[in-house]
Structures are given as C-alpha cells and as structure tokens.
C-alpha cells in the first residue's frame, strides 16, 4: 500500500475514533464507529490480509453495529445532558491516555524498524515450491502461488482446519453458551 | 511503504482513543464501543506482525490472523451478552448512566 493511502486510511480511522467519544447523540457515536471500522479494513486489505478486511466490516460494521443500533432505539436513549461536575475523570483520563502515548513513543523509538516483506509473483511462486508437501501441485493454493496471486482465504481455512481445529470447536462452544446466555438474560423475570 | 512501526503507532493511538472514551464517557453504551475500537486496535497490530514477519516458505505469518479471527468471534459473542446485560440493567433501573448507579458506594 502506498504511503498516502496508509495515511489516508489511518486518518479516517483515527477521526472517526475521535468522533465516538465526541459525539453526544449514540446514534452518531454508533456511525462514527462503522467510519472508524471501515478505515481500519482498508488497512487490513493494505496488509493484503483481505480475509479479515471483508469480515471486519461483515461482523463489526454489518452485524455488531446493527446490534447496537437496535438497542439504542430500544431503549430510546435522549442526548447525553452536560453535566456540571468535577473535572477529576475528564482530569484522569487525559493524563491516563498521556502517559499511555509517552510510552508508546518510548518504545517506538527504540524499536527497529523494518518494511515490509516484498510479496511478488517470484515469491509466490518460490513459495509453492518449498511448501509443496503441505500443499500438493494440483491444489487451489499451490495453483494460485505459482499464477502470482496470494490465495489468502485458502491458507487461513487451510491453518484454521488443520493447525487451529480444536481452538475452532472450543469457539463453536463458546458462541453457543453465549446465545443461550443472551436467552436468558433478556428473558422477562417471572417476578 | 508504511513500515511497522507506522502500524504500531497507528495501532497505539488508537487503543489509548479507546482508553480515553472508557474513562471519560458515561453512557455504558459508548464505554462499551469504546472496549469494540480497543480490541480492534490489538487485531491491527496483530495483522501488522502477521504481515511483517514471513514463514520460513516466504509468505505471511498466518497464526497472527488466526488470532484475529478467534478475537472478531468473541468479540461479537461479548457485543451480545454486554447488550443483553445493559438492556436487563435498564430494565431494572432505568438508567444506563454509570455515575447514576452507586448502589455499591456503600
């Protein structure tokens, strides 16, 4: 990704972040975010990791902003009220995030920098031949190496069933007991 | 190119953005979106590693969107039983506003 665009992209996202603790409507703290979120799956796609761009805006900007969405307007939320108060967590907070930033420049500037590894058709290619016990010549990934392309979405389902395939039922668990817990935690209590 | 330390920092920033809304904010709603762009951050810098850092066969490090992958997941199973939560909190009290509720202040 060109240096402009990764610029461009943080920005929108960095903005939009902004905007969620800015705002004092929830509707448009709950937009803001699906901006901020849709920045940061075009960094993702930058990072040619285009399977977790396109479900970073199927989950986050679809399914979980719709949630939050619905619930605002099921509770009818009103604009937050200013409130005349102590300045201690606005106080707090500030300096929370300031020590937080100091550090991290800290870190950084004692972090070797690297760029990023060169993915071109040669590569690719040179790639197919090493891994040709994982994936055999006539497979779709070995085929999409050695045409130049990154098959992404195959290699993750290719980890994700062989390297991750008990973490992947254990999450199956995981998303089950969390449907049933939603059940009947929003299920009206008898008394 | 970006290098990685343009994703680290990008990825800071927006993690203590996070932070700030979790401190500042009362309505548990934009406290709990703000938790949402925390994770989030952890899955750029996670994708960034990913990408910086090749296999011995010169592609990708893909166990790091693994991780992302596990993380999206409950991150949404959370998004569902936090919300169920807050709806049952509102009907009981019928307020979100965490300063209004000091029933354990003692």
Same mark, same amino acid.
């Given at each position: 990704?060109?240096?402009?665009?990764?610029?461009?992209?943080?920005?929108?996202?960095?903005?939009?972040?902004?905007?969620?603790?800015?705002?004092?409507?929830?509707?448009?703290?709950?937009?803001?975010?699906?901006?901020?979120?849709?920045?940061?799956?075009?960094?993702?796609?930058?990072?040619?990791?285009?399977?977790?761009?396109?479900?970073?805006?199927?989950?986050?900007?679809? /399914?979980?902003?719709?949630?939050?969405?619905?619930? *605002?307007?099921? #509770?009818?939320?009103?604009? %937050?009220? =200013?409130? $005349? &108060?102590?300045?201690?967590?606005?106080?707090?907070?500030?300096?929370?995030?300031?020590?937080?930033?100091?550090?991290?420049?800290?870190?950084?500037?004692?972090?070797?920098?690297?760029?990023?590894?060169?993915?071109? /058709?040669?590569?690719?290619?040179?790639?197919?031949? *090493?891994?040709? #016990?994982?994936?055999?010549? %006539?497979? =779709?990934? $070995? &085929?999409?190496?050695?045409?130049?392309?990154?098959?992404?979405?195959?290699?993750?389902?290719?980890?994700?069933?062989?390297?991750?395939?008990?973490?992947?039922?254990?999450?199956?668990?995981?998303?089950?007991?969390?449907?049933?817990?939603?059940?009947?935690?929003?299920?009206?209590?008898?008394? | 190119?970006?290098?990685?330390?343009?994703?680290?920092?990008?990825?800071?920033?927006?993690?203590?953005?996070?932070?700030?809304?979790?401190?500042?904010?009362?309505?548990?709603?934009?406290?709990?979106?703000?938790?949402?762009?925390?994770?989030?951050?952890?899955?750029?810098?996670?994708?960034?590693?990913?990408?910086?850092?090749?296999?011995?066969?010169?592609?990708?490090?893909?166990?790091?969107?693994?991780?992302?992958?596990?993380?999206?997941?409950?991150?949404?199973?959370?998004?569902?039983?936090?919300?169920?939560?807050?709806?049952?909190?509102?009907?009981?009290?019928?307020?979100?506003?965490?300063?209004?509720?000091?029933?354990?202040?003692?």
């Amino acid at each position: 990704m060109p240096l402009y665009l990764f610029w461009l992209f943080s920005t929108i996202m960095l903005i939009g972040a902004c905007a969620v603790i800015a705002f004092r409507n929830p509707v448009s703290s709950a937009l803001a975010m699906v901006t901020s979120f849709v920045g940061l799956a075009a960094l993702f796609i930058g990072l040619s990791a285009f399977f977790v761009g396109v479900i970073q805006i199927l989950v986050y900007s679809g /399914a979980i902003m719709v949630l939050f969405l619905f619930i *605002i307007m099921l #509770l009818d939320l009103k604009d %937050e009220k =200013k409130r $005349s &108060e102590s300045y201690v967590p606005l106080v707090a907070g500030l300096v929370l995030v300031g020590v937080f930033f100091i550090q991290l420049i800290g870190v950084l500037s004692h972090n070797p920098d690297k760029a990023a590894p060169e993915l071109n /058709a040669e590569i690719l290619a040179k790639a197919a031949e *090493i891994s040709k #016990l994982k994936y055999p010549e %006539e497979s =779709k990934i $070995s &085929e999409a190496l050695t045409s130049g392309s990154l098959p992404d979405v195959h290699l993750i389902g290719h980890t994700l069933f062989t390297d991750y395939n008990l973490p992947l039922q254990i999450l199956g668990v995981l998303l089950l007991v969390s449907t049933v817990g939603v059940v009947v935690l929003s299920k009206k209590q008898a008394n | 190119m970006p290098t990685l330390n343009d994703y680290l920092l990008v990825s800071g920033l927006l993690f203590s953005i996070g932070l700030a809304g979790v401190v500042l904010r009362r309505n548990i709603i934009i406290v709990f979106m703000c938790l949402e762009l925390m994770l989030s951050a952890a899955n750029l810098t996670l994708v960034a590693f990913s990408r910086f850092n090749v296999t011995e066969n010169g592609l990708p490090d893909y166990s790091g969107q693994m991780l992302v992958f596990f993380v999206i997941t409950v991150a949404a199973a959370e998004v569902a039983v936090g919300l169920a939560i807050i709806v049952a909190l509102y009907r009981a009290r019928q307020t979100i506003h965490t300063d209004e509720l000091v029933s354990l202040k003692g």
